[in-house]
Nanobody
């Protein structure tokens, strides 16, 4: 199982950016998916999560500005729409997913991360 994230980049404060993450491989089902972020020297932060039935969670720091969604028929892709970006949103963003592979207990998989840099 692999998670491939895309969409990071450099953006000015106040603008928007969208991240996507697709799970692939011998997947039976993808349960929860989410995004974490980490800036060097800081603790990792849970940004947002979404369950397989669409229930969402957002950290206080992004509530109202970011939207997480799942939209493909197989429920294996998660998107994070980031609006009104702030300097403090600068970080490397990692997607994660709990994946069920037949014959194996559900396991958390991680993508390699995509850098988001917000400039003034």
């Amino acid at each position: 199982v692999q998670l491939q994230a895309s969409g990071g980049g450099l953006v000015q404060a106040g603008n928007s950016l969208t991240l996507s993450c697709a799970a692939s491989g011998s997947i039976f089902r993808v349960n929860d998916m989410g995004w974490y972020r980490q800036d060097p020297g800081k603790e990792p932060e849970l940004v947002a999560t979404i369950t397989s039935d669409g229930t969402t969670y957002y950290s206080d720091s992004v509530e109202g500005r970011f939207t997480i969604s799942r939209h493909d028929a197989d429920n294996t892709t998660v998107t994070l729409h980031m609006n009104s970006l702030k300097l403090e949103d600068t970080a490397k963003y990692y997607c994660a997913a709990e994946v069920l592979v037949l014959g194996v207990s559900p396991k958390i998989y991680w993508g390699k991360g995509t850098q988001v840099t917000v400039s003034s």
